[in-house]
């Protein structure tokens, strides 16, 4: 693998817990992926799959009562070595000088994740100043409040605000939802992270407005080599930002992939499932057809395989009494299904 | 924001307009007046009896007979322009000089008051809710709470019976009797500090526990929110993600309150007082109406109102400069 | 984060089904039965009003009635065993008067050689329940001498009975005060909410206007005008007129802005296009969004006047002798001689902080029920 290739993130094996009331709750069940440099890793499922879950656990920004698997490994590789996310104190100096730093993260909400009394240059200089250690190793120079400044309408301008001068001084609900969200971005780019964690961030825009948001996420992650970790329930938009995809459920992938083959070729009945459920027009079938079924609670996790209380094709006696493993399809796609398994038919 | 100020400040001119109209209303309801009773202690304390005309001669000397409204025309006429609050006619002197002193001590127990509760319940209200659940939570709960049940002249005597019993010193009145007389000094300040500390906690502890519960429950859902997670991931130590943030905003409800609260404290005030022997407006109060010496009746109701009225516009305006959201909601 | 909805699978248990069928009003019981804090501030609310309401019945003497011989009295409490004998019926000792060598002044002492036997239901002096029905039965009393549950003051008078008497009339005033000041907001709070315009504004400026007037000092200065020929009865309307008259600025504006914000929200407007009508609409879905508002300021506000009534009794403008209230007994044991020789005169303070305390608690409980945003075990 070139130094390009090699992955800059790798998730071994990662689980997550949560402590309740009522009782241990598994929300991520031994997930593994890679993001690489440049390239994106866009990550699908519905409510309730673990996908935040797992990313935020990147960050260590889970609630207090989340516990993290002994076994699981977050290997993030940084110009001074590689380091184990997942062994480092929870609270401690290195996870906060990663989170901001090295990685960034955006969200769904740009309004809310915006505190209102404060200007977003005030919130923007003050991750600046925060990570300018960081900031001078990746790009040079030193910052204060005036540079730190600059620097942050420099960013406001990249990311297509007009008059970015102007609008640095203003409060997040003077902004239209498509202003905040690019100000969103700006602030987690402006720390010159190598990997960008997107939380469902076009969700809430409207279809134009999202398309504006991908071209220009797609461009900013050119110029800035970043790795991007995409998450949303929208196939539509994983098809546009992500070479490769991962498809999550009740806390497993499922299957994962270059993009353009599983949504091609889904081999997983729950990837075909979703396809099959977006509207189309170019077809002449008048009812839509969704995945049958909810998703079970992860309280109430299902024996075996966690997709077959809904599959169309599970086989009783095996779906719902062995977990399917990670079955190797070819070299870039993989799925965790019996039908492809030892007993497949 | 000026706009804001300006506008807030016309609405507190003209609410004071009301207000004086209702004060002077509420200082006509008694029946009779002050020649009357005058009359009446003439004849009770001395058996002199006094003459109808005798009775609508002091009524002319006094402008009592003149209608209502120019009485009220005048009334604020001095007071707007010369800041005069009419005559005491009980005292026969100024009512500003027979206020006077007493005014004072309301403002310095106020003020003295509102900085006990502030600086208390902000701080340990956002400390409780960040350990909810926790021991210490419950316990201030448990504190906050007996300060809303316990009747405050219950605690001031309590207090009073406490310091009398175990500290020997007697805390009633404004000095002890040793400085009463004597001519302003460094000790004579520490004792009247030392006089003013039991009616300031006294009326701080029931405002400290109703704003810490308010601290405590807006901090909890403040805590709750994206913007909080959203300032971790950005790497932030957590001491500024709590302060910074979320804290912040809950300090927002204490301050919108403020006019309540002075409003409350001046309510409870007059009783405490009385109950420690401490020189207040409110006996001042009650001495007046039942003399019917009007205006200095007229003046405390109206100066205590004014004040509430200067607060609530106080809080209007910080709260605005705090919540950049509020601007733009407008009146 | 699990999807929401009915839960899968056949048959559910005929307590789930409750559970999903249940109106609003039900659940907010349930929940508010589960606050327990709540619910014992609720029994003894309930159990003060009783007391009040019975304490002809209750106490087992008048208010006014005055045993000479025991005057500042400690209390007597119910035996059921000493050093003669166990006994099934609760006894009290009898009380015999000796004078003090020292002072010469008539002490009560305990005789603890006679037994007096508490008998339930027994004949005492007559009373009028309710004012109307003619009868003597109080609940407990004994057949020789006196029973003083709760001692004597300075006059001879059985504190445990005036305490009952002092229940009713502050409970009373609170009530009252309370319903003339939710009745007002609620009057001034609809109109201002539900026709917006000059009439709201005038509204607004009116309710500042009452909002900043402090009330103690407005009800002493008024209270000290009182004509001295009022009946007690008068001054206890006036009073709880006046306290009323100021409660209700806040309640109105918050039904106000309510009001006017609700006309916005989109559920009224969805019930308008499914072709509701306006009264329809007020009735079943503006109305109950915010009578859970009422019910809990009228439990918060009733506190406030409570004390205040007790605070202005208790330094004499208020309620004055011989009407009872918590403030007048407090009033009355206000004196250096009865905290060091009889300190049960101030049990009274000790029902009025419960009393606030459980109406606090009650509120805390009802609002917590009410609010379908809190977050609650399953």
């Given at each position: 693998m070139t130094a390009s290739e090699r992955p800059l993130l790798e998730i071994r094996e990662l689980g997550v817990s949560f402590d309740t009331d009522e009782g241990m709750v598994r929300a991520v069940d031994g997930v593994s992926f890679v993001a690489r440099q440049g390239r994106t890793l866009g990550i699908v499922g519905e409510s309730g799959s673990g996908k935040s879950v797992a990313t935020k656990a990147v960050i260590r920004l889970l609630p207090a009562n989340a516990r993290i698997d002994p076994g699981s490994a977050i290997l993030l590789r940084r110009d001074d070595g590689e380091v184990d996310i997942a062994g480092l104190p929870a609270k401690g100096r290195e996870v906060r000088r990663l989170r901001g730093g090295d990685i960034g993260m955006i969200f769904q909400e740009p309004m809310a994740s915006f505190s209102p009394v404060y200007t977003i240059g005030n919130q923007m200089m003050e991750a600046i100043l925060e990570h300018r250690d960081h900031l001078a190793r990746r790009i040079g120079g030193s910052f204060d409040r005036k540079t730190a400044r600059e620097h942050a309408i420099r960013m406001l301008e990249r990311v297509g605000m007009s008059n970015a001068r102007l609008r640095i001084d203003q409060y997040p609900h003077e902004l239209s939802g498509g202003?905040?969200?690019?100000?969103?971005?700006?602030?987690?780019?402006?720390?010159?992270?190598?990997?960008?964690?997107?939380?469902?961030?076009?969700?809430?825009?409207?279809?134009?407005?999202?398309?504006?948001?991908?071209?220009?996420?797609?461009?900013?992650?050119?110029?800035?080599?970043?790795?991007?970790?995409?998450?949303?329930?929208?196939?539509?938009?994983?098809?546009?930002?992500?070479?490769?995809?991962?498809?999550?459920?009740?806390?497993?992938?499922?299957?994962?992939?270059?993009?353009?083959?599983?949504?091609?070729?889904?081999?997983?009945?729950?990837?075909?499932?979703?396809?099959?459920?977006?509207?189309?027009?170019?077809?002449?079938?008048?009812?839509?057809?969704?995945?049958?079924?909810?998703?079970?609670?992860?309280?109430?996790?299902?024996?075996?395989?966690?997709?077959?209380?809904?599959?169309?094709?599970?086989?009783?006696?095996?779906?719902?009494?062995?977990?399917?493993?990670?079955?190797?399809?070819?070299?870039?796609?993989?799925?965790?299904?019996?039908?492809?398994?030892?007993?497949?038919? | 924001?000026?706009?804001?100020?300006?506008?807030?400040?016309?609405?507190?001119?003209?609410?004071?307009?009301?207000?004086?109209?209702?004060?002077?209303?509420?200082?006509?309801?008694?029946?009779?007046?002050?020649?009357?009773?005058?009359?009446?202690?003439?004849?009770?304390?001395?058996?002199?009896?006094?003459?109808?005309?005798?009775?609508?001669?002091?009524?002319?000397?006094?402008?009592?007979?003149?209608?209502?409204?120019?009485?009220?025309?005048?009334?604020?006429?001095?007071?707007?322009?010369?800041?005069?609050?009419?005559?005491?006619?009980?005292?026969?002197?100024?009512?500003?000089?027979?206020?006077?002193?007493?005014?004072?001590?309301?403002?310095?127990?106020?003020?003295?008051?509102?900085?006990?509760?502030?600086?208390?319940?902000?701080?340990?209200?956002?400390?409780?809710?960040?350990?909810?659940?926790?021991?210490?939570?419950?316990?201030?709960?448990?504190?906050?709470?007996?300060?809303?049940?316990?009747?405050?002249?219950?605690?001031?005597?309590?207090?009073?019976?406490?310091?009398?019993?175990?500290?020997?010193?007697?805390?009633?009145?404004?000095?002890?009797?040793?400085?009463?007389?004597?001519?302003?000094?460094?000790?004579?300040?520490?004792?009247?500090?030392?006089?003013?500390?039991?009616?300031?906690?006294?009326?701080?502890?029931?405002?400290?526990?109703?704003?810490?519960?308010?601290?405590?429950?807006?901090?909890?859902?403040?805590?709750?929110?994206?913007?909080?997670?959203?300032?971790?991931?950005?790497?932030?130590?957590?001491?500024?993600?709590?302060?910074?943030?979320?804290?912040?905003?809950?300090?927002?409800?204490?301050?919108?309150?403020?006019?309540?609260?002075?409003?409350?404290?001046?309510?409870?005030?007059?009783?405490?007082?009385?109950?420690?022997?401490?020189?207040?407006?409110?006996?001042?109060?009650?001495?007046?109406?039942?003399?019917?010496?009007?205006?200095?009746?007229?003046?405390?109701?109206?100066?205590?109102?004014?004040?509430?009225?200067?607060?609530n516009f106080v809080s209007d305006v910080v709260l605005a400069f705090l919540d950049p959201r509020i601007k733009l909601e407008g009146g | 984060m699990a999807a929401a909805g009915l839960p899968e699978g056949p048959g559910r248990s005929a307590e789930e089904l409750r559970y999903y069928t249940a109106s609003q009003w039900e659940l907010v019981w349930w929940r508010l039965c589960r606050h327990r804090a709540a619910m014992a501030g609720a029994f003894v609310l309930a159990l003060f009003a009783l007391l009040g309401i019975f304490a002809d019945f209750v106490a087992p003497y008048g208010g006014t009635s005055r045993d000479r011989d025991y005057i500042y009295g400690p209390p007597q409490i119910p035996r059921f065993w000493d050093d003669k004998g166990f006994s099934f019926r609760p006894f009290v000792y009898a009380l015999k008067t000796e004078r003090d060598p020292?002072?010469?002044?008539?002490?009560?002492?305990?005789?603890?050689?006679?037994?007096?036997?508490?008998?339930?239901?027994?004949?005492?002096?007559?009373?009028?329940?309710?004012g109307l029905v003619p009868a003597n039965t109080h609940l407990f009393g004994v057949e020789e001498g006196r029973i003083?549950?709760?001692?004597?003051?300075?006059?001879?008078?059985?504190?445990?009975?005036?305490?009952?008497?002092?229940?009713?009339?502050?409970?009373?005033?609170?009530?009252?005060?309370?319903?003339?000041?939710?009745?007002?907001?609620?009057?001034?709070?609809?109109?201002?909410?539900?026709?917006?315009?000059?009439?709201?504004?005038?509204?607004?400026?009116?309710?500042?206007?009452?909002?900043?007037?402090?009330?103690?000092?407005?009800?002493?200065?008024?209270?000290a005008a009182f004509p001295r020929e009022w009946s007690n009865i008068q001054v206890y309307f006036a009073m709880t007129i006046i306290l009323g008259l100021v409660g209700w600025p806040t309640l109105a504006r918050r039904l106000r802005s309510h009001l006017l914000a609700q006309r916005n929200e989109d559920y009224v407007l969805a019930a308008r296009l499914a072709g509701a009508s306006s009264a329809w609409i007020i009735r079943k879905h503006m109305l109950p969004s915010f009578t859970s508002y009422i019910i809990v300021d009228v439990v918060i506000s009733f506190p406030y006047v409570i004390l205040s009534e007790t605070a202005l009794s208790f330094i004499g403008l208020g309620l004055r002798p011989p009407t009872i209230s918590w403030g007048i007994l407090l009033q009355e044991a206000q004196n250096v001689r009865a905290i060091e020789q009889a300190p049960w005169l101030f049990l009274p303070a000790l029902f009025v902080i419960?009393?606030?305390?459980?109406?606090?608690?009650?509120?805390?409980?009802?609002?917590?029920?009410?609010?379908p945003y809190a977050v609650r075990k399953s």
């Open positions: 202003m905040r969200q690019r100000a969103m971005i700006a602030l987690a780019l402006s720390t010159h992270p190598s990997l960008l964690i997107a939380d469902e961030p076009t969700t809430a825009l409207d279809v134009t407005i999202q398309a504006q948001i991908l071209d220009l996420m797609l461009e900013l992650q050119q110029e800035l080599g970043m790795a991007m970790l995409f998450i949303t329930h929208d196939m539509g938009v994983i098809a546009q930002i992500a070479e490769d995809v991962a498809v999550m459920y009740l806390g497993r992938i499922v299957e994962r992939g270059p993009t353009r083959e599983v949504i091609r070729e889904p081999a997983h009945p729950y990837t075909r499932g979703l396809l099959a459920a977006l509207p189309r027009l170019d077809t002449g079938r008048r009812r839509l057809t969704p995945v049958p079924g909810d998703i079970p609670s992860p309280l109430q996790r299902p024996a075996g395989c966690p997709f077959h209380t809904r599959c169309p094709q599970r086989m009783p006696g095996l779906c719902d009494r062995l977990v399917p493993g990670d079955t190797p399809l070819d070299a870039t796609r993989s799925v965790a299904c019996h039908l492809y398994g030892e007993g497949a038919p | 924001m000026l706009r804001f100020v300006v506008q807030r400040a016309v609405g507190m001119v003209v609410t004071m307009f009301f207000v004086s109209i209702m004060v002077f209303a509420i200082m006509e309801l008694p029946p009779g007046d002050y020649a009357d009773r005058y009359a009446f202690r003439k004849f009770s304390g001395t058996g002199v009896s006094v003459t109808e005309s005798d009775i609508a001669s002091i009524r002319r000397q006094f402008g009592l007979d003149r209608p209502a409204w120019q009485r009220y025309l005048s009334w604020i006429g001095g007071i707007v322009t010369r800041f005069d609050f009419g005559p005491s006619f009980a005292f026969e002197t100024s009512a500003n000089r027979v206020i006077g002193q007493r005014a004072g001590l309301t403002v310095v127990l106020l003020v003295g008051t509102l900085l006990l509760t502030y600086l208390l319940s902000i701080p340990i209200g956002i400390y409780a809710a960040l350990r909810r659940q926790s021991l210490a939570d419950y316990g201030l709960t448990v504190v906050s709470y007996l300060g809303l049940a316990i009747p405050n002249f219950m605690l001031a005597l309590i207090l009073l019976y406490v310091s009398v019993r175990y500290f020997g010193s007697t805390i009633g009145g404004l000095f002890s009797p040793e400085f009463e007389k004597a001519p302003w000094s460094w000790a004579k300040f520490v004792d009247l500090l030392r006089h003013l500390f039991v009616p300031a906690v006294v009326l701080a502890w029931s405002a400290t526990a109703l704003q810490l519960q308010t601290v405590r429950a807006t901090m909890s859902d403040e805590l709750n929110k994206l913007y909080v997670d959203a300032a971790r991931a950005r790497g932030l130590p957590e001491w500024k993600v709590i302060v910074k943030y979320p804290a912040r905003l809950a300090i927002n409800p204490v301050v919108s309150t403020i006019g309540f609260d002075v409003n409350r404290i001046f309510s409870e005030l007059p009783i405490v007082a009385l109950v420690l022997s401490l020189p207040e407006l409110g006996e001042l109060l009650i001495k007046s109406f039942l003399d019917l010496d009007m205006y200095v009746a007229g003046a405390i109701l109206l100066m205590l109102t004014a004040i509430i009225v200067f607060m | 020292v002072t010469l002044r008539k002490i009560a002492k305990i005789d603890t050689d006679t037994r007096r036997y508490i008998s339930f239901f027994v004949a005492g002096e007559p009373y009028r329940l309710f003083h549950l709760f001692g004597t003051d300075d006059l001879g008078r059985d504190v445990f009975s005036r305490l009952m008497f002092a229940t009713g009339v502050s409970l009373s005033i609170g009530v009252l005060g309370v319903l003339l000041a939710e009745g007002l907001a609620l009057v001034i709070g609809g109109i201002a909410g539900y026709f917006g315009g000059w009439i709201d504004y005038a509204i607004q400026r009116l309710t500042e206007v009452v909002r900043v007037i402090p009330v103690i000092p407005l009800y002493m200065g008024l209270a419960v009393a606030v305390l459980a109406f606090t608690v009650l509120g805390d409980g009802l609002r917590d029920a009410a609010d």
